[in-house]
């Protein structure tokens, strides 16, 4: 019975860390879509809640290379991309030609970008840290 038990926890294990991978392959997919949307970004800081909405993970702001708020392009004085509410858009919302190379078939989903950031971000990766403008230490995902 123990060399049983033994094969269910190594099993365990080998699929929790292929989850994990898998998760870290969905923060890069996200990151370049991002990359894409705003092409003058160089990072992304995330909104990672513990105590309002439990493990959750949200896009919070886009920043240049000198650490400036970044909106991204604009039509009419607005952003086309709304780095605050973009995150919330299904994927199908976004451009084809930037989700389909990165999501395949699922670029029609009504999924969203966070969504998929929460998925990894309870599947237990680690969002890397660094100084994002006046918020010292949020997690961020660099996008170029």
Same mark, same amino acid.
């Given at each position: 019975m123990?060399?049983?038990?033994?094969?269910?926890i190594?099993e365990?294990n080998?699929?929790r860390a292929?989850?994990?991978?898998?998760?870290?392959m969905v923060?890069?997919?996200?990151?370049?879509?991002? $990359?894409?949307?705003?092409?003058e *970004?160089?990072?992304?800081?995330l909104i990672?809640? =513990?105590?309002?909405?439990?493990?959750?993970?949200s896009i919070?702001?886009? &920043?240049?290379?000198? &650490?400036?708020? &970044?909106i *991204?392009p604009?039509?009419? *004085?607005?952003?086309?991309y709304?780095p605050?509410?973009?995150?919330?858009?299904?994927?199908?919302?976004?451009p084809?030609?930037?989700?389909?190379? @990165?999501?395949g078939? @699922?670029a029609?989903?009504?999924?969203?970008?966070?969504e998929?950031?929460t998925e990894?971000y309870?599947?237990?990766i680690?969002?890397?840290? $660094?100084?994002?403008g006046g918020l010292?230490?949020s997690?961020?995902i =660099?996008i170029r």
């Amino acid at each position: 019975m123990d060399a049983t038990s033994t094969d269910v926890i190594t099993e365990m294990n080998l699929a929790r860390a292929a989850l994990k991978q898998n998760a870290r392959m969905v923060v890069k997919a996200v990151g370049a879509v991002l $990359g894409q949307l705003y092409p003058e *970004g160089k990072y992304v800081s995330l909104i990672c809640r =513990e105590s309002d909405r439990p493990d959750t993970a949200s896009i919070g702001a886009v &920043h240049d290379a000198q &650490h400036r708020s &970044h909106i *991204g392009p604009t039509r009419k *004085g607005s952003a086309i991309y709304p780095p605050s509410r973009v995150g919330d858009w299904p994927l199908r919302r976004l451009p084809k030609r930037i989700t389909r190379q @990165h999501f395949g078939p @699922h670029a029609d989903s009504d999924r969203t970008l966070n969504e998929l950031l929460t998925e990894a971000y309870r599947a237990g990766i680690t969002l890397p840290y $660094g100084r994002t403008g006046g918020l010292p230490y949020s997690p961020r995902i =660099e996008i170029r």
